[in-house]
C-alpha cells in the first residue's frame, strides 16, 4: 500500500495513494459509512501503531462523484470517518503535488460533506474554502461531573464542535493531558444529556477556546477529536466552526483576517464570506503549511501477528 505521510501545522496526515479497499460508486458520504462498516480493520492497520499511533488521520484517494473535483477524499481517524477535514484537505494537496498529480493554482476536492475549494498556493502552503459553517446553538449549559456547569456553543465546521472557554487549564502543551480529561468528560456529558447537532448528529470534537499566547494570533485552541487524540493543529473544521461562532456574534465581520493558534503553537489564518444558510453561517477559508514527511510503501505480513494494528 502506497503512501504519503505529511503534517500539517504539526498534526499528521496519512494519504493512501493505492493499495486500499475498493469502495465501489455512488456518494462520498455513502462509500465512507462503507469504508467504516465493511473495512474497519483497514483503517486501524494504517493509522494505529505498529505503522502510527492515534493522531494520524487518513485520507483515502477515491474517484470523486462530481465531475469537477480533482479528487475524491475519505477522511478518517483510528475511531470512525471524518465529515470534512482542514489539515488533512491542505496535506493531500500538498501531498498530491508532491506526486506531481495537482498543479499550484485552484482546485476542488470532495469530501462526504461536500466539495471544498482548495488554492494550492506554493508546494507546502493551501487555503482551503471550506463548507459551509453556522453556531447550532448558543450558551449551552452541560453538567459535566468534576467541573460543574459548562457553557458553549455548539457549531459545524464540517464536523460537530462543542466549544467552550470553561477550560480546565491553560491552553498549552504541559497540559494536554488535563485537557484532554476535561474535554472526554465534556462529551461524555453531552452525549448522556442528549446534547446533540442537527438531527441528532453526536457532537464528536471538543473545542477549548482562549485568548492567543503568541504576537500574531487572535485565539488558541485545544480540540480534542473522536477517540483521545487532540489536533496538533489549530484544527481546520474546528476553527471554521469558531469563525461561524464568531460572526453569529458580531465580532467578526466578513473579509477579517483571523489567526488562530494550536495548542503546540501552530497556527492557521482565516476569513470568511457570509454564506446562504441560517444562524449567520459563513463560508470560511483556511490557509496553512504542510509538509511531506514520509513516501513510503506499507507492509501487511500476514505472519506478523500486529499486521492489524495494536488495538484495545
Ligand atoms: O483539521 O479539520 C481538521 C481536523 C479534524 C480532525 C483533525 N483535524
Not at 465546521?157 to 472557554?165: A, D, E, K, P, Q
Request: hydrophobic residues 40%; aromatic residues 6%; glycine residues 12%.
Amino acid at each position: 500500500m502506497r503512501v504519503i505521510d505529511s503534517h500539517t501545522a504539526g498534526e499528521p496526515t496519512r494519504l493512501i495513494v493505492s493499495g486500499g479497499p475498493d469502495l465501489g460508486t455512488g456518494s462520498l458520504a455513502a462509500r465512507a459509512k462503507r469504508l467504516f462498516c465493511d473495512h474497519r480493520s483497514f483503517c486501524a492497520s494504517v493509522l494505529l501503531e505498529p505503522r502510527g499511533h492515534d493522531a494520524v488521520v487518513g485520507a483515502l484517494l477515491v474517484p470523486p462523484s462530481d465531475r469537477t473535483s480533482a479528487a475524491g477524499v475519505i477522511y478518517f481517524n483510528p475511531v470512525g470517518p471524518l465529515g470534512m477535514c482542514g489539515h488533512a484537505t491542505i496535506g493531500t494537496a500538498v501531498s498530491l503535488h508532491h506526486l506531481g498529480r495537482l498543479d499550484l493554482g485552484q482546485h476542488r476536492i470532495e469530501t462526504p460533506v461536500g466539495s471544498v475549494g482548495v488554492q494550492l498556493q506554493t508546494p507546502t502552503r493551501a487555503a482551503v474554502e471550506n463548507v459551509e459553517s453556522d453556531r447550532h446553538r448558543a450558551g449551552v449549559v452541560v453538567e459535566v461531573q468534576g467541573l460543574g456547569q459548562v457553557v458553549g456553543d455548539v457549531a459545524w465546521g464540517g464536523n460537530w464542535f462543542f466549544l467552550t472557554s470553561v477550560i480546565p487549564a491553560p491552553l498549552t502543551l504541559a497540559n494536554v493531558e488535563v485537557l484532554t480529561r476535561g474535554a472526554v468528560l465534556i462529551r461524555k456529558a453531552l452525549a448522556d444529556q442528549g446534547i446533540t447537532g442537527r438531527d441528532g448528529a453526536m457532537i464528536d470534537h471538543i473545542e477549548f477556546v482562549g485568548p492567543p499566547m503568541t504576537s500574531v494570533g487572535h485565539g488558541r485552541n485545544f480540540v480534542l477529536c473522536p477517540g483521545t487524540a487532540y489536533d496538533r493543529s489549530p484544527c481546520g473544521t474546528g476553527s471554521a466552526a469558531k469563525l461561524a461562532c464568531l460572526a453569529a456574534d458580531g465580532d467578526l465581520a466578513p473579509g477579517v483576517q483571523w489567526i488562530q493558534e494550536s495548542v503546540i503553537g501552530s497556527t492557521y489564518t482565516l476569513h470568511y464570506r457570509p454564506g446562504r444558510g441560517p444562524n449567520a453561517a459563513v463560508i470560511a477559508t483556511i490557509t496553512g503549511e504542510a509538509f511531506v514527511t514520509g513516501d513510503t510503501v506499507l507492509n501487511f505480513d500476514p505472519a506478523d501477528p500486529y499486521r492489524a494494528g495494536i488495538t484495545p
